[in-house]
């Protein structure tokens, strides 16, 4: 069936290195996409968003890359912190669809001071 | 002003209990829902709320598990007969407006669930 799924669970990087975290979907029909950020004992914290029509996207520190041709989606940390450290989940919408998002497995991210 | 908030935090259960969890959230938010997140493990949903529409419980992954919402406030999911296999984080959102589909949704901090 269709899912949202994440390469690698778990990216070690030392301080200040930039960081990519992927995510695959099989969805061709998906056309929103999310990144959050859930610290140890806490909830998933909202980072950024990329809607389809749109290839690249930056925040503060992140930038979202979406290839649609591939259906891959990748979230960019630049010079990493350790706050940064947390599972990081992308999660997928369908215009016209469902209003529930589908989550990937996430990848824990490591920052070595 | 105040987020998503859900109580208990923590919650230790003896197999075959019933426990209640419960998540208020964001005022003026219509839409809410509840997640599972096993360890190690990515959101799985539940059940969604949206104003006085019959909730979608389409998640819900058997009959020992119930939710419930009052209005637009609070709302309190329910497994009755916990088994071991329901240790989890239960993890409740809200969102204001879901007819618009890149809504963001606030997440609590969850509850975690522990049967022993």
């Known amino acids: 069936g269709e899912s949202v799924g994440l390469h690698l669970p778990t990216l070690s990087v030392q301080e200040g290195d930039n960081s990519i975290i992927n995510c695959a979907y099989s969805?061709?029909?998906?056309?929103?996409f999310i990144w959050y950020k859930q610290e140890s004992g806490k909830g998933p914290q909202f980072i950024i968003d990329?809607?389809?029509?749109?290839d690249k996207r930056q925040g503060q520190r992140v930038t979202v890359l979406l290839n649609k041709t591939v259906k891959h989606l990748s979230l960019q940390i630049a010079a990493t912190q350790p706050g940064d450290s947390a599972v990081y989940f992308c999660?997928?919408?369908?215009?016209?669809?469902?209003?529930?998002?589908?989550f990937g497995r996430g990848t824990s991210l490591i920052v070595h001071p | 002003g105040a987020g998503v908030s859900q109580s208990p935090s923590n919650k230790v259960t003896e197999k075959g209990k019933d426990v209640e969890l419960r998540c208020d959230p964001i005022s003026g938010h219509t839409a809410l829902y509840w997640y599972r997140q096993r360890l190690g493990q990515g959101l799985e949903f539940l059940i969604y709320?949206?104003?006085?529409?019959?909730?979608?419980k389409s998640g819900l992954p058997s009959d020992r598990f119930s939710a419930e919402r009052t209005g637009e406030s609070v709302s309190t999911l329910t497994i009755q007969r916990t088994q071991q296999e329901d240790s989890a984080v239960y993890l409740c959102?809200?969102?204001?407006?879901?007819?618009?589909?890149?809504?963001?949704?606030?997440f609590g901090p969850g509850t975690r669930l522990l049967v022993l």
């Open positions: 999660a997928e919408k369908t215009t016209g669809g469902s209003y529930i998002p589908t």
């Open positions: 959102a809200s969102s204001l407006r879901p007819d618009t589909y890149q809504e963001t949704q606030y």
């Open positions: 990329i809607r389809s029509n749109m």
């Open positions: 709320f949206q104003g006085n529409s019959a909730p979608d």
């Open positions: 969805n061709s029909a998906s056309d929103y």
